[in-house]
């Protein structure tokens, strides 16, 4: 099992920017897929970013392509979404993900595929 721990939430006004961090505690290299997902309030959770290690091959929602980028270091087991022209939707709290192995033919932006989670961090954006 990966404890995964985010940081880099914060209170920023509409056009802003953040930069999101997932540190993971176990050695993350090898095959592995992780991703970011987004609970506005009240809303259920979504996956907006995602990757896969073996082929570095990204993916995004439709709603965030263009403003959010997925990265990862491991060197120091952390994933990272930098997120860009910040809009009031995208309020809510924003959780890692992690599973050993392939993202399967579903993609990394599937819920259910994940077994750890973190707590997430909020990010709430102001027009």
């Known amino acids: 099992q990966v404890r995964l721990v985010e940081s880099g939430g914060g209170s920023v006004q509409a056009g802003g920017s953040l930069r999101l961090s997932c540190a993971a505690s176990?050695?993350?290299?090898?095959?592995?897929?992780m991703g970011w997902f987004h609970q506005a309030p009240g809303k259920e959770r979504e996956g907006v970013a995602g990757?896969?290690?073996?082929?570095?091959?990204?993916d995004y929602s439709d709603s965030v392509k263009g403003r959010f980028t997925i990265s990862q270091d491991n060197a120091d087991n952390t994933l990272y979404l930098q997120i860009n022209n910040l809009k009031p939707e995208d309020t809510g709290m924003y959780y890692c993900?992690?599973?050993?192995?392939?993202?399967?033919?579903?993609?990394?932006?599937?819920?259910?595929?994940?077994?750890?989670w973190g707590r997430g961090t909020q990010v709430t954006v102001s027009s």
């Open positions: 176990t050695y993350t290299r090898g095959e592995y897929c």
């Open positions: 990757v896969y290690s073996i082929s570095g091959s990204t």
């Open positions: 993900a992690a599973r050993p192995g392939p993202c399967w033919t579903s993609g990394p932006l599937t819920r259910s595929i994940y077994n750890d």
